[in-house]
């Protein structure tokens, strides 16, 4: 059960259900600059889609960072962050890509040429602004799409979500000078690539440092390395839209995307939360504080007053 006494904004629309698109909470009350998003953990999936979904089943269970809300909020509340958290689902639309990142193959209604775009070279692998297939499961969807599909989850989902994640770290930093973005996300089990090495249960990715300072990313490597556990810097995972638009370390805007392994806080199979979770909770709340205080050095030393004082 998560605390309370922070106030819950809900926001956009998801088309067909009428359901708040995500949810933000404890800007004004947080004790620190940070902001914890979690933008593939929406899970409201209207009728519609579920029955346009080939293999509801297993297409959700790949397509979902599978219960990493929970992960954040529990996060948040430990480190005293606030929370963006999506509830439309990834297969609608992915935050992480930008608008025109779109296999216009899927679109019924393309207008000539659309497919051809260099701009949605990444969409045509299958996991574009709507995924279109994913490993081991191919084609996802029973039907194409239209245009206003299109233009009606920007709209209602994409857009609002941006807005609210760009007013959210305007506030903070207003409040503090500073604010931080931790794009949580969480990955299947990575290939041990030699013998006898590691497990990478974390990957910290900065776009190859365009978004944030290399101290920060430094800190947050350092902190897992401390910590003996297995990390990784930028690879397989660098970050998407999400840090390329809202990371601007030289206006004091700092974001970091950090993957976490499912093996850490789910089942076997990747569908439920596990007993695990409460201590990978505590670890990625003391790494959140840890940054905070990267972001903010001398602030409390200094007396300054704190932004929930």
């Given at each position: 059960m998560h605390g309370d006494s922070r106030r819950e904004i809900s926001g956009g629309l998801i088309p067909g259900s009428?359901?708040?698109?995500?949810?933000?909470?404890?800007?004004?009350?947080?004790?620190?600059p940070v902001l914890i998003a979690a933008p593939h953990a929406g899970r409201a999936y209207p009728a519609e889609i579920e029955a346009g979904l080939r293999n509801p089943g297993i297409a959700k269970l790949r397509l979902e960072d599978r219960l990493v809300d929970e992960l954040a909020l529990l996060v948040a509340d430990l480190a005293g962050a606030a929370t963006l958290v999506a509830h439309a689902p990834r297969a609608m639309i992915d935050l992480n890509r930008a608008p025109d990142d779109l296999d216009w193959s899927m679109i019924e209604d393309a207008r000539p040429g659309s497919q051809h775009s260099s701009a949605n070279r990444r969409a045509r692998s299958g996991l574009g602004l709507v995924p279109r297939r994913v490993a081991g499961v191919g084609e996802i969807w029973r039907n194409?799409?239209?245009?206003?599909?299109?233009?009606?989850?920007?709209?209602?989902?994409?857009e609002p979500y941006h807005r609210a994640l760009t007013r959210a770290l305007d506030d903070l930093r207003k409040a503090w000078g500073v604010a931080l973005l931790i794009d949580l996300h969480s990955m299947p089990p990575l290939r041990v690539r030699?013998?006898?090495?590691?497990?990478?249960?974390?990957?910290?990715?900065?776009?190859?440092?365009?978004?944030?300072?290399?101290?920060?990313?430094?800190?947050?490597?350092?902190?897992?390395?401390?910590?003996?556990?297995?990390?990784?810097?930028?690879?397989?995972?660098?970050?998407?839209?999400?840090?390329?638009?809202?990371?601007?370390?030289?206006?004091?805007?700092?974001?970091?995307q950090l993957e976490v392994c499912r093996s850490l806080y789910l089942d076997p199979r990747f569908e439920s939360l596990s007993p695990r979770l409460p201590g990978l909770a505590r670890l990625l709340a003391e790494l959140v504080r840890a940054l905070a205080d990267e972001v903010l050095p001398g602030r409390r030393e200094e007396g300054l007053p704190l932004a929930a004082e």
């Open positions: 009428g359901a708040p698109a995500f949810s933000i909470r404890g800007v004004r009350e947080a004790r620190i194409s799409l239209s245009q206003n599909d299109i233009a009606d989850r920007l709209a209602g989902i994409h030699h013998p006898g090495s590691r497990a990478t249960d974390f990957v910290v990715g900065d776009r190859f440092g365009a978004s944030c300072d290399d101290h920060v990313a430094s800190r947050a490597l350092n902190f897992f390395a401390q910590h003996d556990r297995g990390v990784a810097h930028n690879r397989p995972y660098a970050g998407g839209y999400i840090l390329d638009r809202h990371g601007r370390p030289a206006l004091d805007l700092q974001a970091l």
